[in-house]
């Protein structure tokens, strides 16, 4: 493994054995001393050309806490506000030595592009593009279903998760519904017409327009946030009919089977796509999510560089 | 392929080695055996199994996974992480014991004195290992050696639990070039 672009480059082992380091790595996060020394002297550089708190900083922990370097580059602020382009901004990253690029921007394929050219040699880590992929997510949302609900099976088979909301934009639903389906579960989609993107039918998924008879069937649900930014249309008449049809609430809560969990990638919506008191209640893993997060980005990173990338590039 | 060490041999080898550790720390109180995965930790078990069947005690046994710490991990693909459990008492003012099959270079066993030293302070740090082959790369001992084995660097030393490989063994191969 070279690159993290794509849930599809994963097999089902890779995908495995980041969720089993990172669960090696989340006992030293829980240790007294939260510093390794496996990454010391490399460079990692936060590339962020969009707004994200939580991804960068938990990627910015987790290479902090492997003893890398941490460059983080934003747009605003950056030479890329006067108009530099991405080839230019990563010729010169490449030349002040970065070993690896995290990159999060608006346009679908901006990581792909950049791990295809030749413009810089280090490894190229998907933290979100436009409305593709967001493997990272995926792979801390699936770690956390697995610990909450596989009672200590390997993957998630038998279990069934509802993403729910707007899953048109959504580069997060996109990367679920990719690793979920290959470790084993049923996903269910559940959203208005309009927010389901073109082709849909063709994923591994059912799809349902009405959330109450999914809900009670469901071992956790995925609550995904409205993207008023993306929207440059009208999707749903108004918010208020939005959350009665498709927000979590506290009816709904109440119909969900006692073990299943509530998830949402964060930034939430209160009120929106899911009431305050869903997202408070016991059933929510939402912090939760945050701190695996910052496990499984270490065993990315650890994936991707800590051993040498001539003999992994060779398998 | 030659038999270094049948498993009668390394059954009386492990249960000497359990004795003089007794011996030198008086008793089974003061320590806590640590066991690097994957051969390691079987030894540790096996040794504390022999420890408690003489000292009649429990003995604090646990394993350390030293891959974050290696000092080679740059020269191979990425390793998977093995499990490390502390036992009870920790590792702070105890005498820690590390457990490995085969001392060589000694450089796991340096990356076992970091990994520990960012888990606490031990009393002491002993090492026990079942075979030693010599070779080493870095100034480092074991006080506890099952058999002192002389080989050139190119040969291999494969060591064997029933737990693992369905019988115990040490044998010597003959490496590549």
């Known amino acids: 493994m070279r690159h993290l672009l794509s849930i599809a480059d994963l097999s089902k082992v890779e995908a495995l054995q980041i969720l089993n380091t990172a669960e090696e790595l989340a006992r030293v996060s829980d ?191 995925m609550m995904l946030r409205i993207q008023l930014e993306r929207m440059t249309e009208l999707f749903f008449p108004n918010a208020r009919e939005y959350s009665r049809y498709f927000g979590l609430n506290k009816d709904r809560l109440a119909q969900m089977k006692p073990t299943a969990i509530v998830m949402h990638p964060g930034p939430m919506n209160r009120g929106l796509e899911i009431t305050a008191d869903s997202a408070d209640s016991a059933r929510s893993v939402i912090l939760e999510q945050v701190t695996n997060g910052v496990s499984v980005r270490m065993a990315i990173l650890y994936m991707l560089l800590a051993g040498s990338q001539e003999i992994g590039a060779s398998e | 392929m030659s038999l270094a060490l049948p498993a009668p041999d390394m059954a009386r080898a492990i249960t000497r080695i359990s004795h003089e550790i007794l011996e030198r720390n008086s008793g089974s109180d003061s320590i806590t055996l640590l066991g690097i995965p994957t051969r390691g930790a079987h030894l540790a078990a096996r040794i504390a199994a022999n420890i408690q069947a003489i000292d009649g005690k429990p003995v604090q046994v646990g394993t350390l996974d030293i891959t974050l710490h290696r000092d080679d991990l740059r020269m191979r693909p990425p390793r998977a992480l093995m499990p490390t459990t502390i036992p009870s008492l920790g590792v702070e003012d105890r005498n820690v014991i590390l457990v490995d099959d085969v001392l060589f270079s000694g450089r796991t066993i340096r990356a076992a004195l970091d990994a520990l030293g960012e888990i606490g302070r031990p009393k002491t740090v002993q090492l026990a290992v079942l075979v030693d082959r010599g070779h080493r790369q870095l100034p480092i001992k074991a006080d506890y050696v099952g058999k002192n084995l002389p080989t050139s660097p190119t040969q291999i030393i494969k060591v064997q639990f029933t737990e693992l490989d369905g019988l115990d063994a040490v044998s010597l191969e003959e490496g590549g070039k």
């Open chain 1, 31 to 221: 240790g007294p001393m939260k510093k390794l020394p496996t990454l010391r002297g490399r460079t990692i550089v936060n590339l962020f050309a969009e707004d994200s708190t939580r991804t960068r900083i938990s990627f910015e922990a987790a290479a902090k806490r492997l003893s890398a370097d941490v460059i983080n580059f934003s747009a605003k602020g950056s030479s890329v506000s006067k108009g530099e382009s991405l080839k230019d901004t990563a010729q010169t990253l490449q030349a002040m030595g970065a070993d690896a690029v995290i990159i999060r921007h608006s346009a679908s394929g901006a990581a792909q592009r950049l791990a295809d050219s030749q413009w810089m040699t280090g490894s190229v880590i998907n933290a979100g593009d436009g409305t593709h992929e967001h493997p990272s997510q995926a792979l801390l949302d699936a770690f956390t279903i697995r610990k909450h609900l596989a009672h200590g099976g390997d993957d998630l088979t038998g279990l069934h998760i509802a993403i729910v909301g707007d899953v048109l934009h959504s580069r997060v639903a996109r990367s679920n519904v990719l690793l979920l389906t290959k470790l084993g579960a049923q996903v269910t989609l559940v959203a208005p017409p309009t927010l389901l993107p073109v082709g849909v039918e063709s994923w591994p998924v059912k799809v349902s327009y009405d959330f109450d008879s999914v809900i009670a069937t469901v071992d956790a649900v």
